[in-house]
């Protein structure tokens, strides 16, 4: 029997077959194996073509065989050429060397290849109908690491794009709308929350997991502790720290603790500290301290430190002030315009409307003092050879406490800079409006010429010059008094017993006839549904707990469960607590179903409930996204009047879980608590109730706080001060009262 061949034609030797000269054949077969494990082949496109790499029945030195191809070509190739191999089972190591710069394909005659970049070196497998990479990864990138000066004692490692081109792009691509990012989203500070669709957050350091770009197409290119809100679509931060964005289209290019409202859509701030911009279109350079108000629409701060703009268009600078207040001594520019086609009087605006209010003139605050200069120019549009006129003023205004109280003080200086014959009757009008608060830039032309008129207003401001000024200085340190005065009745709120609180919170209740009403819609007669009686404290019940829920409370964190307690009264909607602690065996069987995630569930630490709401409709209760809504924003809130930080589920994106609330990991981060939350017990006497405890002792802690802030002011201001405490005195009593009766009720 004649001898036969493997894949890798190596000579079998059948048996009887060679005998005495078996050893060459041997040898042979040997050197055809170690080609294969290490070999070596130079492999030459010897035209601008395909190659193919025949094999025969032979043991003799085959290319194919080789592990290692150093492919080549005689000329330049210039296409993509495909090196066909043999259809057998082998891994290849291949070097794409040929000239020209193209890639070359490896396939298998009938099958699919794999491209090999010029210049590159791939490992790849051959299966004996298609050529695939043997071992996938980043091909087109040099891996090179560095651990010498400047990076001796933090290595660097980079990828640095291969291929033999002199200039070379680099793409980082998302899938879909995935975002381009430099931290895996956990849910913590060192992650942070899920990004925004299309976003790129390339900030690494974070104080809170929502201190990301969480909107559509936002960007955050770096720094740390920025965040920028998931309805700020578009938004950009820069870096610098701590800057926060709500607005669409902003822009903030670093700084410190900067704040872009939602109502300033396309502001910008370029840096500085704690600015804060409201206005839309509005901008802040840097400076420390500056604002833009709402209502200043297309307003401007360059720097400097407290300036205040807050009228439409106005360009306002300052470098500090006489009190906390931003703007108490400040410059502004208006630029104020208005077109007229009769000699009938026109106001100028910032806005060039002829309707004039508060934020389109130049505005003056209470008690201030301005003096204005500028140059007003007028230009007839109905010649090509147009007629001008052109004034230059000075002029001071004081106002008081009311709109109606602004006056020039002494004489307005106007001056024609010059003008033309035609335009000797135009006239120019500099008065106090008493209608706006501010001063009036009124102006005429004449009939049938239509003229327009542009006004540079520059203003020197110094607000606060009387009596009511004085006053205004300590508006901080009244508001400080009376919160002392009203601290102790809002500290009892949080601290009160859930039912009675809940009674006298003006939140939504279900009456008997289940119309939700708060108590003071009831009595003016505003319900959606009118209850067919007065109603009575009857109608009021706070909500109750099932059997089932204060089973399921057992063992929840004290902090959670008053959370979730204050919820029950708070919220528009009923629910019941279906789970709280859990055991690991109850993980277990929750992960293994998919309608859990994690083993590490603040569940089995009592960090967390579920809650299932009820449909106020049927009746029943039921999960559904709708509800969740509605009861989702209820819990928060009361986590907020708590001074609790929580999580809920249904803000998360990658899993949505809208019955699950959780205490922040950030804040409650032990594994374990020992303190027990027994369910409240039904208490015998008036001083058990926390309401009332707490009405007694945070009453008397505000009387001697605010007798102390009271020491701190004036005269006048104390007698003020004091007339405020008294009426809240006097209410707190009412409440207190309130009470002690509702405890006599039967409301324990």
């Known amino acids: 029997m004649a001898s036969t061949y493997s894949n890798l034609k190596i000579e079998l030797i ?27 082949a130079a492999v030459d496109f010897p035209t601008d073509a395909n190659k193919t790499l025949a094999y025969a029945d032979s043991n003799a030195a085959q290319p194919f065989r080789a592990l290692y191809f150093n492919i080549t070509s005689t000329g330049t190739l210039t296409a993509v050429r495909t090196l066909f191999l043999p259809a057998v089972q082998k891994m ?20 699919s290849g794999v491209n090999i970049p010029n210049g590159e070196t791939y490992i790849v497998y051959a299966d004996g109908t298609n050529v695939v990479y043997a071992a996938p990864g980043l091909f087109y990138f040099d891996e090179t690491f560095n651990d010498s000066a400047p ?21 980082i691509v998302p899938k879909g709308t995935g975002a381009f990012l430099t931290a895996t989203p956990d849910n913590t500070a060192a992650g942070g929350n899920k990004r925004g669709a299309s976003a790129v957050d390339l900030q690494i350091a974070r104080a809170a997991a929502t201190d990301i770009a969480a909107a559509e197409r936002s960007t955050i ?14 938004a950009v931060i820069s870096g610098g720290s701590g800057n926060q964005t709500l607005a669409v289209n902003s822009v903030t290019g670093g700084g410190a603790a900067n704040t872009t409202n939602a109502t300033a859509t396309a502001g910008v701030v370029g840096g500085g500290s704690a600015n804060i911009l409201r206005g839309a279109y509005s901008a802040i350079g840097g400076g420390r301290e500056n604002q833009t108000a709402a209502s200043a629409t297309y307003s401007s701060v360059p720097a400097g430190y407290k300036a205040s703009a807050t009228n439409y268009g106005q360009e306002v600078i300052a ?7 931003l703007g108490t001594a400040q410059r502004s520019r208006y630029i104020l315009r208005t077109s007229t086609t009769s000699d009938a009087a026109s106001r100028l605006t910032s806005d060039g409307v002829g309707s004039a209010n508060a934020d389109n003139t130049v505005n003056m605050p209470a008690e201030s003092l301005f003096v204005v200069t500028g140059i007003v120019s ?9 007629d001008a006129k052109a004034w230059e003023f000075t002029a001071t205004f004081k106002r008081g406490a009311l709109a109606s109280s602004v006056e020039l003080v002494g004489t307005a200086a106007v001056s024609t800079i010059a003008a033309d014959t035609s335009a000797a009757a135009w006239a120019l009008d500099i008065t106090a409006d008493i209608v706006n608060g501010g001063i009036s830039f009124s102006v005429s032309g004449a009939p049938g010429t239509t003229i327009r008129w542009v006004a540079s207003v520059d203003t020197t401001e110094n607000p606060n010059l009387t009596r009511w000024g004085k006053l205004s200085s300590h508006l901080h340190a009244l508001r400080n008094v009376w919160s002392r005065c009203l601290i102790g009745w809002t500290q009892s709120t949080k601290t009160a017993s859930r039912r009675a609180n809940a009674y006298w919170s003006s939140r939504k209740r279900r009456a008997t006839t289940g119309t939700r009403c708060d108590l003071r819609s009831v009595s003016s007669g505003s319900c959606s549904r009118r209850l067919s009686r007065s109603p009575s404290r009857e109608d009021f019940k706070m909500r109750a707990y099932s059997q089932r829920s204060l089973t399921n409370l057992n063992g929840v964190h004290p902090d959670l469960r008053r959370v979730i307690d204050r919820a029950l009264q708070g919220s528009p909607l009923d629910f019941a607590v279906i789970e709280g602690l859990r055991t690991r065996e109850r993980q277990e069987q929750l992960v293994a179903s998919g309608a859990s995630q994690t083993m590490n569930s603040r569940h089995l630490t009592g960090h967390a409930v579920d809650l299932l709401p009820l449909d106020p409709t049927t009746g029943k209760r039921e ?5 969740y809504d509605q009861l989702g924003p209820a819990v928060k809130a009361a986590a907020k009047t708590e001074g609790v930080s929580i999580i809920w589920g249904g803000d998360w994106t990658s899993f949505k879980d809208g019955p699950h609330f959780e205490l922040d990991r950030r804040v409650y981060n032990e594994a374990k608590w020992t303190t027990a939350d027994a369910p409240a017990q039904d208490r015998t006497t008036p001083m058990q109730s926390k309401t009332v405890q707490a009405s007694v002792v945070q009453g008397a802690s505000a009387v001697g706080g ?20 008294v009426l809240v005195a006097l209410t707190a009593v009412f409440i207190l009262k309130e009470r002690l009766k509702a405890w006599a009720s039967g409301w324990h």
């Open 221 to 234: 290119g770096g720094g740390s502790d920025n965040s920028i809100d998931s309805s700020a679509t578009h």
């Open 14 to 40: 059948a048996d009887g077959e060679q005998v005495s000269v078996w050893g060459a054949t041997t040898n042979q077969n040997l050197e055809a194996i170690e080609s294969a494990i290490g070999g070596y």
């Open 378 to 386: 007028a230009k007839d549009t109905n010649t090509s050879v147009a």
């Open 706 to 725: 605010a007798v102390a802030a009271l020491q701190a002011l004036d005269g006048t201001a104390q007698i003020i001060a004091m007339v405020g405490c």
């Open 151 to 171: 990076n001796a004692t933090v290595p660097a490692e980079a990828l640095v794009a291969g291929g033999v081109a002199t200039n070379i792009d680099v793409a």
């Open 623 to 627: 999960f559904a996204w709708p509800l």
């Open 92 to 111: 290849y190591i291949v070097k794409n060397a040929t000239t020209g710069g193209q890639a070359v394909t490896i396939n298998i005659t009938g099958g």
């Open 319 to 325: 470098s500090g002030a006489f009190s906390s207040a």
